[in-house]
């Protein structure tokens, strides 16, 4: 089955402890992606990768890193974690070309940073 | 940058329309509608492209006008299963993407 997939689900964890979300996709997609879901702010890009090794900031990349080594393989790292980096994240995968593509999203990460 | 929605929200009854709006400050190259349920993923609708292209769902259409920098999402005969938050999103920059801050329909029987 065709699917992103996201780990872990649910995570609590305390102010400064570095914790890593992990995304893998089974389609073979090009372009992956990383969001924030705020209440009444939308879905805000974190990071992209348009490819292997190629990675680039969005709007919201502060307190945040990422790596792509393989292709299916984009995880999400937050070295030192702080209470505004509570939210629901999703990581998001595209056959190509973004405007031509459309997005398949993981079932998300609710993080919880006290 | 981030691309406005209207309404905010919208309440219907089944089989009522409902039209949802998406405008940019930027030129729009592409737009992305998406929707999602509570407690669920974001999923794809529909995509339209530069040039009047438009590829997506069978059962709701948009517009897309370049030079106003505008869409339109038209829900039609709204179902209960059409309840949930639609957001619109473009690519800019390249391929960074931004999506609007959504719109919650709840439609009731």
């Known amino acids: 089955e065709a699917q992103v997939t996201q780990n872990p689900r649910y995570l609590i964890t305390v102010t400064g402890k570095k914790l890593t979300v992990t995304c893998s996709q089974n389609?073979?997609?090009?372009?992956m992606s990383w969001y924030r879901q705020d209440p009444g702010l939308g879905l805000r890009q974190i990071y992209y990768?348009?490819?292997?090794?190629?990675?680039d900031k969005g709007d919201v990349p502060e307190g945040y890193k990422v790596s792509r080594k393989e292709k299916r393989n984009f995880p999400l790292i937050l070295e030192s974690p702080s209470p505004n980096q509570t939210s629901l994240y999703f990581c998001?995968?595209?056959?190509?070309?973004?405007?031509?593509?459309?997005?398949?999203f993981g079932p998300g990460t609710r993080l919880t940073v006290l | 940058q981030q691309p406005v929605q209207s309404p905010q929200a919208v309440i219907l009854r089944e089989g009522e329309d409902a039209v949802i709006n998406c405008s940019s400050s930027?030129?729009?190259?592409?737009v992305h509608w998406y929707r999602q349920k509570h407690g669920e993923a974001p999923v794809f609708l529909m995509i339209?492209?530069?040039?009047?292209e438009q590829k997506g769902h069978d059962k709701i259409s948009a517009s897309f006008n370049e030079k106003k920098q505008q869409s339109s999402l038209y829900l039609t005969a709204s179902q209960l299963s059409y309840s949930g938050t639609y957001f619109c999103?473009?690519?800019?920059?390249?391929?960074?993407?931004?999506f609007g801050p959504g719109t919650r329909l709840s439609v009731l029987p």
């Open positions: 999103g473009t690519a800019i920059y390249g391929q960074n993407f931004v």
């Open positions: 990768s348009m490819n292997v090794e190629v990675t």
């Open positions: 998001a995968s595209s056959l190509n070309a973004l405007a031509g593509g459309e997005q398949f």
């Open positions: 339209l492209l530069k040039g009047g």
């Open positions: 389609m073979n997609h090009e372009y």
């Open positions: 930027k030129a729009l190259y592409s």
